[in-house]
């Protein structure tokens, strides 16, 4: 496995190869700034939980670095996989839904919401927006094992189909504290 | 409020249709489809729990909802005609 | 030197048909199902149709089993029966450090966030928490994952397990599915109007949506050189829709292609009993599935669904479907689909209504969820 390019995300900055990109703000805020600056042509993105959010951020600006034409069906990128670990899953999400339901006399639950209460949504809003069909596979751990992490992407690689993929550490208990530790990485 | 503009706002909210302003939405445009505001199912789904949660109005089927989220135009006569609230 | 191959070599299935594999299969091939109407269950303005334990059957199950010194959350109390008996079954060493557990749940011990259990810490709301819980449970020092990929988990924790064991680092892995039932759940499912009115008709015209349910299943999967007398987990892959987080794509893309995929090494599709799909009765899902059947020029091979007895039982489907098309192929017997009644998918694929036998002994598991995750499971009895 060979690793391409390399981005660091937690609430106050963003790295990507090494390179600190310029932000001014913190949190789910410093996320919002960053696709106003690199992305601003997806409005789904404000429909994202912070998961899902930071996410998206970390692999586009990942794809970016990468510089290769974007949503294309070319099959070197249509079967590229998707792997993602964390340890609290859909935490804020699952939270969030609870509150929607918890006044039995006020009981509105939200389906928006609902659905991401599921952490795989994350590796879902990647592959539909860059046209990935390969696989998407979230993996929960106690605590970040990049070793691990390292283990279970390699065995990935043994479908024959996957070429490259976008793995990693990507952690969101709350809108203040998130951390993304993702590489694109080739067979 | 006039009603379509109340539902303007809501729906803005409740979708969390960021950068988008009332006067963005045309009362009768298709608020689905690709032609139209590009609203989704999920979307679809949220507008049920607007109507219950607002104006005590329950939805059973989704497919129902296709009817009532033609429009603004078309969701404000609905709503118009059938609140409880 | 030979490839590794990963064979099942002790399975169980707890759920309200029953606390082993046999109870489970005898009650299928009967046709047997404990779902039930529920009005006002934990205090939900709506009723709904869900297979559910009968109250205090799991926690006085547990308690005669089990002498647990810690307490136990409703849900891991039913993952460890059923982990219990396949690892009792397997006669492995669980405690092993050549051994791993990992987990297929969706939302594990999410009630802890409406209420506490006494004695058990809030932490265990995080799944990775009561995964090591159930690991400690039998001495096993090794950190478990937990694989959560939505209702396509349980297949999705098969793939990962079988590519971990082929790797050589294990020897063994305790392979568990499962979910518990709840308000949050329930209200989640019911909000996206997913949720028929009536028990669950997988595949049928008159189908008005998924039933859910609970359940635990555990396969003790171990690695071989030789496979023979057992069932050989022979390829998985998984494969995205991407085309909406939550309504699966109508060409059926992602499903095609991992079905495209574990058919690689299987040029003569006659050799499979059957496609055990997973059916959860939803308009869009059965309509998918059929579809990508056809594309995958599997149409005479038979289908089968078990949601019509069990629900929707979420992380624990993959596995507990898994081990029961096993289970009836050591007997020749494909399991029929309840509440199918009358073909409602526009590809004429071959939903079974009744037993059928076979000597057939290769299928394929199928499987779907939110996220637009797919995956297919090829598995084959040597």
């Not at chain 3, 547990?62 to 307490?71: E, Y």
């Amino acid at each position: 496995m060979k690793t391409i390019h390399e981005i660091n995300i937690d609430n106050s900055s963003a790295v990507i190869d090494g390179k600190r990109i310029d932000t001014s703000r913190s949190g789910s805020q410093m996320l919002t700034e960053l696709y106003r600056i690199y992305v601003n042509d997806y409005p789904k993105f404000f429909k994202m939980d912070i998961l899902c959010k930071l996410g998206f951020i970390a692999s586009e600006l990942l794809l970016q670095a990468e510089g290769a034409p974007r949503f294309t069906d070319r099959a070197d990128r249509a079967d590229r996989a998707i792997l993602f670990f964390n340890h609290s899953s859909s935490i804020q999400a699952d939270k969030a839904f609870e509150e929607t339901i918890r006044d039995r006399s006020d009981f509105f639950p939200s389906p928006s919401v609902f659905v991401y209460t599921l952490p795989n949504i994350v590796t879902g809003e990647i592959a539909i927006r860059n046209h990935y069909y390969g696989e998407t596979n979230f993996i929960i751990l106690n605590e970040r094992d990049d070793e691990r992490i390292r283990q279970v992407t390699e065995a990935a690689f043994t479908d024959p189909t996957t070429t490259s993929a976008i793995a990693g550490w990507i952690e969101a208990p709350d809108n203040h504290h998130f951390t993304a530790a993702l590489k694109l990485i080739t067979k | 409020m006039e009603l379509k503009e109340e539902l303007k706002t809501k729906l803005i909210e409740a979708l969390n249709l960021e950068d988008v302003t009332t006067a963005d939405i045309d009362d009768n445009v298709p608020l689905f489809g690709e032609d139209g505001f590009g609203l989704d199912s999920i979307d679809a789904l949220e507008l049920i729990v607007l109507l219950e949660k607002n104006y005590g109005i329950k939805i059973k089927d989704p497919k129902e909802g296709k009817n009532i989220f033609k429009s603004v135009s078309v969701m404000a006569d609905y709503v118009a005609a059938n609140r409880t609230k | 030197m030979v490839d590794p191959m990963i064979v099942k070599i002790a399975d169980n299935i707890t759920s309200p048909l029953g606390f082993t594999t046999e109870e489970n299969y005898q009650a299928v091939k009967r046709g047997d199902t404990r779902l039930q109407r529920f009005v006002n269950k934990w205090s939900l303005p709506e009723p709904f149709i869900a297979s559910l334990f009968e109250e205090g059957t799991l926690e006085s199950a547990f308690n005669h089993r089990v002498k647990a010194t810690l307490p136990y959350t409703r849900f891991e109390q039913m993952a460890l029966l059923s982990a219990i008996e396949a690892i009792t079954r397997s006669g492995i060493d669980a405690a092993s450090e050549r051994c791993i557990f990992i987990l297929s749940t969706t939302k594990g011990n999410i009630s802890l966030l409406e209420q506490g259990v006494e004695g058990v810490p809030d932490d265990r709301l995080q799944l990775s928490e009561t995964a090591r819980a159930i690991a400690r449970f039998f001495g096993n020092r090794a950190e478990p994952m937990v694989v959560s990929n939505a209702c396509a988990s349980g297949v999705c924790v098969q793939i990962v397990a079988m590519r971990y064991l082929e790797s050589g680092r294990y020897d063994h892995a305790v392979v568990i599915g499962a979910d518990i039932q709840s308000p949050f759940i329930v209200s989640g499912f019911a909000s996206f109007k997913a949720l028929s009115p009536t028990a669950c008709q997988p595949f049928s015209e008159n189908r008005m949506g998924l039933n859910l349910g609970e359940a635990a299943a555990t396969m003790v999967l171990r690695r071989v050189d030789e496979a023979k007398g057992y069932w050989q987990l022979a390829d998985g892959a998984i494969r995205n829709d991407a085309h909406h987080i939550s309504s699966p794509s109508k060409a059926a893309e992602g499903s095609f292609r991992a079905l495209e995929a574990v058919l690689r090494r299987c040029p003569l599709t006659e050799e499979l009993a059957v496609i055990n799909a997973h059916g959860t009765a939803t308009l869009y899902n059965d309509e998918m599935e059929a579809k990508a059947i056809e594309r995958a020029g599997l149409l005479a091979i038979p289908v089968n669904a078990y949601k019509g007895n069990y629900g929707h039982t979420m992380g624990a489907a993959g596995v507990l479907e898994t081990i029961l098309t096993m289970r009836g192929l050591d007997e020749g017997t494909i399991l029929p689909t309840r509440g199918f009644d009358e073909l409602g998918v526009s590809k004429p694929i071959r939903v079974t209504k009744e037993c059928l036998t076979t000597d057939r002994q290769a299928f394929i598991k199928l499987i779907s969820g939110f996220g637009g995750t797919n995956a297919a499971l090829r598995c084959v009895k040597v």
